[in-house]
């Protein structure tokens, strides 16, 4: 699977433009959306092609339909969860797989096009991730891009970029029962979203 440009284009577009509805911290999610420019645009959302979406826009395609699977959960299930919350924890729980943002502003790449054929075409790697980058984990550098920009999170938002891998991961577990409908929805639309990307048959339908 793979995007053509000008789907790239409208889903970045739409993604900004989903970030202008965030009232007095639109300003703070443009910065950050604008400052990133093309390498959001074309930031893959994983490195090979058995995980999902590993593609020039695939983050912000994945980032797209996690959101809408948010908002059908929202309607099947009669949540009342503050819209922005859900634009703002949806578009953003994996934006740190853009890179790190220095304290210059400088960005450095996490993911970078893979050059070796054989990987590509014996293991589906199609990008590298940068062993040169300090470490943190993407869900770090997502909460920290935010900061860097000023984008403030409620405590619940915070809670659904740092969590939305869900339980799988121990260090998760902890949250386990104790998560608001916010939280659980970010978490659940992400691994039906991955899911979709990786099979077709994955298909949500509105209620």
Same mark, same amino acid.
């Given at each position: ?50 995980? &999902?979406?590993?593609?020039?826009? =695939? %983050? ?6 996690? !959101? @809408?699977?948010? +908002? ?71 909460? &920290?891009?935010?900061?860097?920009? =000023? %984008? ?6 915070? !809670? @659904?970029?740092? +969590? ?44």
């Amino acid at each position: 699977m793979s995007l053509t440009p000008e789907e790239i284009t409208a889903n970045f577009d739409k993604f900004r433009s989903l970030c202008e509805k965030l009232g007095d911290r639109s300003e703070a999610a443009l910065a950050l959306v604008d400052h990133l420019g093309e390498r959001l645009a074309l930031c893959p959302a994983s490195s090979r092609k058995e995980y &999902h979406n590993a593609m020039a826009g =695939g %983050l912000v395609d994945h980032s797209l339909r996690v !959101l @809408s699977n948010a +908002l059908k959960l929202c309607k099947t299930y009669g949540w009342d969860i503050p819209r922005e919350s859900l634009i703002v924890s949806c578009l953003l729980h994996d934006i740190g797989k853009c890179g790190l943002i220095e304290d210059d502003g400088n960005v450095v790449d996490y993911y970078i096009p893979q050059d070796s054929d054989w990987h590509r075409e014996k293991l589906g790697e199609m990008y590298k991730k940068n062993k040169d980058m300090p470490y943190m984990t993407t869900r770090d550098r997502s909460i &920290h891009m935010c900061q860097h920009f =000023g %984008l403030q999170l409620t405590k619940d938002e915070y !809670l @659904s970029i740092l +969590l939305n891998d869900g339980f799988v991961l121990e260090e998760n577990r902890p949250y386990c029962m104790k998560i608001s409908q916010l939280v659980f929805a970010v978490m659940t639309a992400d691994y039906i979203s991955s899911m979709q990307e990786k099979d077709g048959n994955w298909v949500m339908t509105n209620t």
